[in-house]
């Protein structure tokens, strides 16, 4: 009887899948904490995980586990080649939570171009006048430069170009025929196009803990650009981009991930001008939790059952995974 760890509160949609399967036990530790829910790992077969990392050294304390699954489609938190080295495959959610990220996306940008934070502040403080320093900027007409073409890369031009703007990608693993196809420009650059945009999306995985935008990056854009980051946290340089607003030498920015989450209480980007913030839930509306938590648990059942979709295994080639060799 396979037993299964859930690692951070899910939708109900998803303990409701669980409870329904037959010969099934499971745990579930509501807190998203590395250290709420290793203590239960000795006993789990099967692991659904959320945002809290998970080390070699928790891989090794589950002496029996066999499928780890992702709550979400980013996995940078996972020791992949930990797993690896067990031939445990780890899965995620595939397209279940891409228009919840893409219109999550199109909302800051619209926040902060528009100055929602700030118009909605000076109202409440009885500034009125606020209102007369025609601040806020339109989408259309500019151009947005996105960094990723996954799934929720192409969802968010799907999304900007009713708006009318001019969507450049950025994306070596699609080729520009691709690109073209969707209504957007393909470049071959990062730092040749940053001086075109107005607003900056990235939508590409954290490579190596290393920042793809950082102090070099944000001063080649214009002083009024904006920059969005619903991906993860570190790729854009924190540091750089607060010394960027404070400075004048950016217009704003949105970020729904940051390197610390929860931040500190005095972190920089808590205090920096012109940031949107929001606590890692461009993926968590209703709908896209719902989906993704059912996603979740059927890949840890679809697994004991050997039928799992070996696409959504991100190291099925690494370990040789396959539905017929795990029957």
């Known amino acids: 009887m396979p037993h299964i760890l859930v690692a951070g509160k899910i939708h109900e949609a998803g303990l409701e899948r669980l409870r329904n399967a037959p010969g099934v036990t499971f745990d579930l530790v509501e807190e998203v904490t ?18 809290q990392p998970m080390t070699a050294k928790e891989i090794a304390l589950a002496k029996s586990l066999k499928i780890v699954s992702r709550h979400g489609v980013g996995y940078d938190s996972v020791d992949v080649k930990a797993l690896n080295e067990r031939g445990i495959p780890l899965a995620v959610v595939g397209d279940v939570n891409s228009r919840s990220v893409a219109e999550h996306t199109l909302m800051m940008m619209m926040a902060v171009a528009k100055q929602a934070l700030h118009h909605d502040a000076s109202i409440r403080q009885g500034n009125w006048g606020c ?14 430069l996105l960094l990723g073409f996954g799934r929720i890369g192409q969802c968010v031009a799907q999304l900007a170009l009713p708006f009318g703007m001019q969507v450049m990608v950025y994306d070596p693993y699609h080729t520009e025929d691709f690109i073209r196809d969707k209504g957007c420009i393909p470049v071959s650059s990062i730092t040749e196009m940053l001086p075109e945009a107005d607003f900056l999306s990235v939508h590409m995985p954290l490579i190596d803990g290393k920042a793809l935008i950082g102090k070099d990056e944000l001063a080649l854009m214009k002083s009024t650009a904006i920059v969005v980051n619903t991906s993860r946290g570190g790729i854009i340089d924190e540091q750089a981009l607060c010394a960027a607003l404070q400075e004048g030498r950016l217009g704003g920015a949105g970020l729904d991930v940051m390197v610390n989450e ?3 209480a005095d972190d920089p980007l808590l205090s920096c001008p012109r940031v949107l913030l929001s606590p890692h839930v461009a993926g968590l509306t209703q709908e896209a939790a719902m ?12 697994c004991f059952s050997a039928s799992l979709d070996p696409a959504l295994v991100v190291n099925a080639s690494e370990i040789g995974y396959s539905c017929s060799e795990k029957s």
């Open 34 to 51: 590395t250290e709420s829910y290793s203590p239960l790992l000795e006993k789990a077969d099967g692991l659904l995980i959320r945002t």
């Open 131 to 144: 209102r007369n320093a025609f601040s806020a900027v339109e989408l259309s007409g500019h151009t947005l």
């Open 262 to 264: 929860p931040p500190a």
């Open 291 to 302: 989906r993704m938590s059912v996603s979740a648990v059927e890949n840890i059942l679809n």
